[in-house]
């Protein structure tokens, strides 16, 4: 069994920025994909936001491309998403998302408790 534990959100005022970090923890062999994903207020749909590869690729979406920055520190098991220049629309659960090995050997995708981001004047 594996859990991720994100933290980081918080509520910033249009032009601000924010960190969120996704901590994986458990009986784990290792960690494959890794990604953020989102859910706005009064949406049924969770979005991709940013995805990276256990070798460091990286997949956004449209809309935050150029402001959002995912990261990975692999040895901590540890996938950050730097997030500059938040709009109002980036206000969202976001959700950390990660597909694990466990020693067992069996690949399970798991997903975070989810951290609320509110960009607010």
């Known amino acids: 069994q594996a859990q991720l534990v994100e933290s980081g959100g918080g509520s910033v005022q249009p032009g601000g920025s924010l960190r969120l970090s996704c901590q994986a923890s458990?009986?784990?062999?290792?960690?494959?994909?890794m990604g953020w994903y989102r859910q706005a207020p009064g949406t049924l749909e969770r979005e991709l936001v940013a995805a990276i590869t256990s070798g460091g690729s990286t997949n956004y979406a449209d809309s935050v491309k150029g402001r959002f920055t995912i990261s990975r520190e692999n040895a901590k098991k540890v996938v950050y998403l730097q997030m500059n220049s938040l709009k109002p629309e980036d206000t969202a659960v976001y959700y950390c998302n990660a597909e694990i090995l466990a020693t067992s050997r069996s690949r399970t995708i798991y997903w975070g408790q989810g951290t609320q981001v509110t960009v607010s004047s």
């Open positions: 458990g009986s784990i062999f290792s960690v494959d994909d």
